[in-house]
């Protein structure tokens, strides 16, 4: 059995406030909800200033934190909600799932979390292949560039290889949340390889989910 299954908090971030999409998270916390099986559903932490989204946990019996004010904002970092969680909960591990992956599964899920047991991980995120390179990529100079990386290289093959991050699933053990920096990771964390998922943050992102969804049906 799982170390982390079987001493784990699922922590559900879940703001009110959305600028991309309106209210998204109301729209999207079935999809993360109903991916989690039914034993787990004690494990559920879902931290939120959100009134329909309190109405949809006491309707399912899931514990609600009310996040304040401050974790609340859009420039509230990551880390912030995490911190401000933590002293309630009890349980060695977080497993952190926000809520605009609708196509994650629990399979997924677990997987993150083999490949964090089976590399002896202090905390996980996930990592996606990047479509161009930072060593391609310049930061706007007025009408000139400057290197994002600086360097001389001009060799595809000769490019680092680099990744993007995604929160798709955040892994730690509680004790390590002070050591991570605001994006929750530092040089021990570990990366586990998804794939190119859909990350709702616009209502682009959300129309290209719906008719992919529609298709599929």
Known sequence: MSKVLKNF?????CRK?????????RTLFS????????????????????EVIIEKCRQQQINVYHRSEESATDTASTKKIVQEVKSLIRTDYILMLYLTYPERTWDKIVSAIKFYEDNDGKSLLCSKKLKT?????????????????????YRRQDYPECF????????????EINN??????????LFYP???????????????????NKNNS
């Open 133 to 153: 390179s930072p060593y391609l990529m310049m930061y706007k100079n007025g009408l000139h560039g400057r290197q994002i990386i600086k360097h001389d290289l």
């Open 31 to 50: 999809h993360t909800i109903n991916s989690i099986p039914h034993q787990y559903r004690k494990n559920i932490l879902v931290a939120t200033d959100d």
């Open 180 to 189: 991570l920096n605001n994006n929750l990771y530092n040089k021990e964390t």
């Open 164 to 175: 993007e991050i995604s929160h798709y699933v955040f892994v730690a053990n509680k004790k």
């Open 194 to 212: 998804i794939d190119d998922v859909i990350d709702i943050d616009t209502l682009e992102d959300l129309e290209t989910y719906n008719a992919k």
């Open 17 to 25: 406030g959305s600028k991309g999409v309106p209210f998204k998270n």
């Open 9 to 13: 908090t699922i922590l559900i971030p």
